[in-house]
């Protein structure tokens, strides 16, 4: 061999060995970047792309349209959110265990905090609305007995309030809508859960890439140099490209039960620190997801949030009575039977809205997180190896032949780069 020839061989695995690092490097790129479509979109295509392959249809932006690129993770991020509320959430608790763990005494102090000081003026507005006049002549020394006495109200009610929501909350939330929405409402925390909770065996994988391209250059020289034909080069690089890739996400899932193979024993880099990935993964559902703010969001404004409304106007509703006291009788005659249960009503509807605030304080929402991620990282660290393998790879699984695919194409331009520069 010449000299020429020794360059050109030992220069194989040096380029199969950058560009297996430049593939896992630019293919995690590819992962979490960018959050949101980038592209342009084009007249006609969405349409299109109905007639396509299924595998062609799931590159991120031909389905709507466009021709760019979104992050694979952030793109999926509803997907995800339902994958992981089947495969992972779901199996934590039910939604009654997480309303417990949230502490319904406590959610009830907090609300009767938040709450109170608002009376006065829940009161005032009321009033206007519906009989102006009439509260304009009240005495303030009245109104404050008005006020004190539906401030007296308040533990009880609420108490009795987030004790139903106890009682009816598996009707009333669905784990799976609200996780669904949040995150597609919220992609980047798709990416932050697999970014965070994987961090280390992703860099490893980009490093991995080194390793690989590189040992599958030796051969790749040794074949090239005994056949000397111009079109083995490329067909060999697309071969090592999709493998590098699809050997290190292998390896980091795989096998998902340990197996001893003599003195080695073989188990998923991602497997084997599921204690250690437990905690990350509660931090993340407790503390962005799974919380007593997002709750009492869904609880109000999601598709089952008249029935939270009915209930709360249905506990609200005889506090304007027991205000009055025993006056009642005569302050309905007094102000009409119509214009009384106007204000009555007036003043649930506009309490119950209230009456979430408490939920919604990110704060408190905070606080009270604690208790659900010990719950969640108690029930991860006992799930079985093969649902907490599912728990994480089922998110993007379909879609892992694009990073295979971009490897193979990467690795095609490699070896027709290596021919312009060594030739055959």
């Known amino acids: 061999m010449s000299t020429h020839d020794w360059v050109e061989a ?51 932006g031909i389905m709507q349209g466009g021709v760019g690129w ?22 934590l608790g039910t939604p009654q265990e997480f309303y417990r763990q949230l502490e319904p005494e406590k959610m009830a102090e907090h609300i009767v905090s938040v709450f109170a000081p608002e009376v006065p003026s829940i009161v005032d507005r009321t009033m206007r609305r519906n009989r102006p006049e009439l509260w304009q002549d009240v005495p303030p020394r009245a109104k404050q007995v008005v ?16 004790d139903e929501i106890g009682e009816y909350i598996d009707q009333l939330l669905d784990p799976k809508l609200m996780v669904v929405g949040h995150f597609e409402r ?40 005994i056949f000397k034909q111009w079109w083995l080069l490329p067909i060999m690089a697309v071969i090592v490209g999709w493998t590098t890739n699809a050997l290190g996400i292998w390896l980091i899932f795989e096998p998902a039960e340990p197996r001893k193979i003599g003195p080695l024993k073989l ?13 990350v993964y509660a931090d ?9 703010e997002n709750i009492g969001n869904f609880l109000l404004y999601g598709p089952r949030g008249d029935r939270t409304r009915q209930m709360l106007e249905e506990a609200m509703g005889p506090v304007i009575d027991r205000a009055v006291g ?62 907490f393998v599912e728990m994480l790879r089922s998110g993007f699984k379909e879609d892992e032949w694009m990073l295979y695919a971009h490897g193979a194409i990467m690795g095609l331009a490699e070896a027709f780069i290596h021919l312009g520069l060594f030739g055959v």
Not at 70 to 91: E, F, L, N
Not at 147 to 162: A, F, G, S
Not at 284 to 292: E, H, S
């Open 186 to 225: 919220h992609p980047e925390l798709a990416s932050k859960v697999f970014h965070d909770i994987g961090q280390r065996e992703l860099r490893m994988m980009v490093n991995f890439g080194f390793l690989f391209g590189f040992l599958f250059g030796i051969p790749m020289a040794a074949v090239n140099e």
């Open 284 to 292: 993340i559902i407790a503390g962005d997801v799974v919380t007593l």
């Open 10 to 60: 030992i220069s194989i695995p040096v380029f199969t060995g950058v560009t297996g690092w430049l593939i896992n490097w630019t293919g995690l790129i590819m992962l979490f970047q960018p959050v949101h479509f980038h592209g342009t979109r084009v007249p006609g295509l969405r349409e299109l792309a109905m007639l396509l392959p299924r595998k062609l249809q799931e590159v991120p």
């Open 326 to 387: 025993p006056l009642m009788p005569a302050v309905r005659v007094a102000v009409g039977a119509r214009s009384y249960d106007n204000i009555r009503e007036s003043f649930a509807t506009a309490t119950a809205e209230h009456t979430m605030t408490g939920l919604r304080d990110p704060a408190f929402s905070h606080q009270q997180s604690d208790k659900l991620r010990k719950l969640f990282a108690e029930r991860v660290r006992e799930l079985p190896y093969r649902d």
């Open 267 to 279: 188990h998923g880099l991602f497997v084997r620190r599921q204690n250690e990935v437990a905690e």
């Open 70 to 91: 979104q992050g694979v993770i952030p793109s999926r991020a509803a997907k995800m959110g339902s994958i992981w509320t089947d495969k992972a959430i779901s199996k």
């Open 147 to 162: 006020y004190r006495r539906v401030q007296d109200q308040l533990p009880e009610i609420v108490l009795q309030i987030t």
